[in-house]
């Protein structure tokens, strides 16, 4: 089961248009079942997921935790992605200080 795992610090007014960019696991190489777990340090902060053509979450504070999101206690976040599909999660830190955004994403193959 390929997983991603990845720490964004945001300074102030940043917005990141992927935290997963540039990952290998970033588009879907098949159907495959996304389970999802985001995190930020403090609160303040936004995140948008999205799964290929799906819109998981619109524009939303992460539950906040100091860690890495606990499997599967924070894995909030679910879809079946196809062929293709790009696993997109925008970050964003409209505050006045730096966030550290966290996310864990499991995904396993579907026959």
Do not use: C, K
């Not at 290929?52 to 939303?60: H, K, M, N, Q, R």
Request: net charge negative; proline share 6%.
């Amino acid at each position: 089961m390929p997983a991603i795992q990845v720490e964004s610090v945001q300074l102030t007014l940043v917005n990141v248009a992927n935290i997963f960019a540039g990952s290998a696991f970033e588009y879907a190489r098949g159907r495959q079942l996304l389970s999802l777990g985001v995190v930020a340090s403090v609160t303040g902060g936004f995140i948008t997921i999205q799964s290929g053509a799906d819109v998981i979450l619109e524009e939303s504070p992460p539950f906040i935790l100091g860690t890495m999101p606990v499997i599967p206690d924070h894995m909030f976040y679910n879809d079946v992605m196809e062929s293709f599909d790009r696993l997109r999660v925008n970050a964003r830190n409209p505050s006045a200080g730096t966030i550290t955004f966290r996310a864990i994403a499991l995904l396993t193959p579907i026959a």
